[in-house]
């Protein structure tokens, strides 16, 4: 008898701030389901047997050598696919650096939902070596160096989160040569309006900045209407969206990284109101400020 997808469990996902990774091989009748979405984003590195893959309209059949990506608030599920005996996969949850969402535009298959299909044979050993690089250096001490891989044909690692901030953006960095690896044709930026990707690049170098509709797009050279509706076509999002989703990025390394309160973490990521600040970093990551830069 089937059961009707509302009445499918639901699983839990780890909390936003989290960078947890871990590789799984699971067999038919494994099902993830968030209706919601995640708070955080997924990437699902397939190296054996095959899944099925759902999110924001999308249905992906992912098999060894295809890299999907998920986004943060968008409801998905994934299996192992009907018909195959086993999934095995590297997966990440994390969340992105300014720079990546433009790297896998091309491969945009739904809402939040990347495909990166069939990486050539040659570059997949390297990618496996850095999803097994990036679970060592997300349990890293700190003293010290990180501890030792896992073996190459080790079929299963224990999920591990990046508890400590220098093992976090070690990890990240870890996510960042998978996707440049996978995603190398646009990596560069290849496939989007240079105009747009100069916006983008002015947004990342500095959110904090005033940067308004019509300020952006007088540093490209376009009408402030024709560079809101060129924007929003090419990346998903409005320009003020995307600044927003930047200074929130932003805020979330400063509380990490420095000794910064919660007030002049808003100013120095461009929020006029602490307030403000706290309300949309707690809708952005589920927890407010001051408990996401205690670890919480």
């Known amino acids: 008898m089937t059961m009707a997808p509302e009445k499918l469990p639901v699983t839990a996902a780890p909390p936003a701030p989290a960078l947890v990774v871990g590789r799984y091989t699971r067999r038919a009748g494994y099902l993830v389901r968030r209706p919601a979405g995640a708070p955080s984003w997924l990437l699902l590195w397939t190296d054996g047997g095959a899944g099925r893959v759902r999110q924001g ?88 160096a990180p501890p030792p891989a896992v073996a190459a044909n080790r079929r299963t690692a224990p999920a591990v989160a990046a508890a400590l901030p220098g093992a976090h953006e070690l990890a990240l960095g870890g996510v960042e040569r998978v996707l440049l690896l996978a995603a190398r044709e646009t990596a560069g930026g290849g496939g989007a309006d240079p105009r747009v990707r100069r916006a983008e690049a002015l947004i990342a170098a500095d959110p904090a900045a005033p940067h308004s509709v019509a300020s952006l797009a007088a540093a490209v050279s376009l009408s402030p209407s024709r560079f809101a509706h060129l924007f929003a076509r090419q990346t998903g999002v409005t320009p003020m969206r995307a600044l927003r989703e930047a200074r929130l990025r932003h805020a979330a390394r400063l509380l990490r990284t420095t000794g910064l309160d919660v007030a002049r973490t808003a100013a120095a990521s461009g929020f006029a109101s602490p307030f403000h600040f706290s309300r949309v970093f707690r809708a952005r990551y589920g927890v407010s400020p001051a408990r996401f830069r205690d670890g919480g």
């Open 57 to 144: 309209g999308a249905d992906l059949t992912v098999r060894a050598g295809d890299l999907a990506v998920l986004g943060a608030g968008t409801g998905q599920e994934y299996r192992v696919a009907p018909g195959a005996d086993r999934w095995c996969f590297w997966w990440v949850h994390f969340q992105p650096r300014p720079a990546w969402e433009s790297w896998l535009r091309p491969y945009r298959r739904g809402t939040g939902c990347y495909l990166v299909p069939a990486v050539p044979a040659e570059v997949r050993p390297h990618l496996g070596g850095a999803l097994r690089r990036l679970h060592a250096d997300a349990r890293w001490s700190g003293d010290g």
